[in-house]
Structure formats: C-alpha cells, structure tokens
C-alpha cells in the first residue's frame, strides 16, 4: 500500500514530469548538435561547370564552398575548348554538402596520335579504309598505279609523303591511299626515271 500511495503521491507526479521534461530537452539538443556538425540543412547545388577553364571553375566553387579534384584527361573533343571541362561528378543539378569535392574531367590540348597499322599494303581498299576509319584517321585522295592487283594499296601517303608502316599520326589525319589498277605491273617512278636515263646514256653511245 505505501508504494502504491507513493506512485500517485504529489511528489512522485512531478519528479516524473522533471523526468520526462528533461528528457525532451535533452533529445532536442542532441538532435540540434547533429544538424549542426553533420551540416544536415545545408544542401549546395552543384553547378554545370562543363567548357569552363579551371580558374573560372576555381572561382565558382569557392563561392559554393565547393572544391575539386581531376581525375583525368579525355579524348579530345573539338566541341569543348582546350583544357576546359568535359564531364563532371557529381552532375550539375545535384544537391550536396559543404566542402563535397567535386570531380572533374578536363579536354586536352589536341588529338593524341595514332599508330598506323603495318599490315595494310597490299590489302584491298575496301578492308583498308574501315580500318583506317576506326582508328580515326579520315581517307583523304585515291589514285592509281599501275599494278596487277586492281584496287590493292600500294601506298599510304599524308600530306604528300609516304606513311611507314608503324609510323604515328594525328587522329583525324588524312590519310591518301594509292591503289593498284589492275592493269599490269607496278612500276615506281624512280625505277623507271633510272631506265630512261640508261637508255639516253646506250643511245649517245
């Protein structure tokens, strides 16, 4: 009977109340120290950075209390400026904390340099031309020689001079092919410069 008396007694009642009153309190403060260093509220949107240089990218960032990091450099786009950025995580639009890093992936310089294939003379131009295409050269001028395998490459030349086998080119070169006619034997232009000048020398003898 006396605990039973002292479970509704006056006293008890409002020990209770501090208790529970407490306890609130507590929670509410706890609760307030969690938003404030874990920066719950505060939600930044990341902003499109993309064919921006890195200063104006440096400069944006530092008024969202943003910073970045590049990953690395793509293939060159001639859609976006040299050294500007290409691609970026998190994306523009999306909402994230104070001093989140966001990551960046810039345009280099120019297109890198390919290798040309070594197995390509005297391939047919139509296994030649794919090849050449998915490594991302562009077929410049087709001419012909004289050769006993009609359409056959005799010769890969950029820009007026012949490509070695192995040799490395600009992505996007043009690349001129020469091809056999079908006609006959091929015949090279010093062979046959040296002939005509021993004839000239047996005929003034």
Avoid: C
């Amino acid at each position: 009977m006396g605990l039973f008396r002292f479970i509704f007694s006056k006293t008890f009642l409002i020990q209770l109340v501090l208790a529970v009153v407490v306890l609130v309190v507590l929670s509410f403060l706890t609760m307030q120290w969690l938003d404030y260093s874990t920066n719950q509220d505060q939600r930044i949107e990341v902003p499109d950075l993309a064919k921006m240089n890195l200063d104006n990218v440096e400069e944006r960032l530092e008024e969202l209390d943003l910073s970045y990091e590049i990953l690395d450099s793509a293939n060159f786009n001639p859609d976006f400026p040299r050294y500007s950025v290409i691609d970026q995580v998190p994306a523009p639009g999306k909402f994230v904390k104070e001093d989140r890093k966001i990551y960046l992936t810039l345009n280099p310089s120019g297109y890198r340099k390919i290798e040309v294939p070594n197995n390509l003379i005297r391939k047919t131009r139509r296994q030649v031309e794919p090849t050449l295409r998915s490594l991302g050269f562009e077929i410049g001028e087709i001419s012909y020689k004289p050769d006993i395998a009609k359409d056959a490459v005799l010769e890969l030349r950029h820009q007026g001079k012949t490509v070695k086998p192995g040799e490395k080119l600009m992505k996007t070169s043009k690349i001129d092919l020469v091809l056999g006619d079908g006609s006959g034997s091929y015949r090279n232009v010093d062979s046959l410069e040296t002939e005509d000048a021993t004839e000239s020398e047996v005929d003034e003898f």
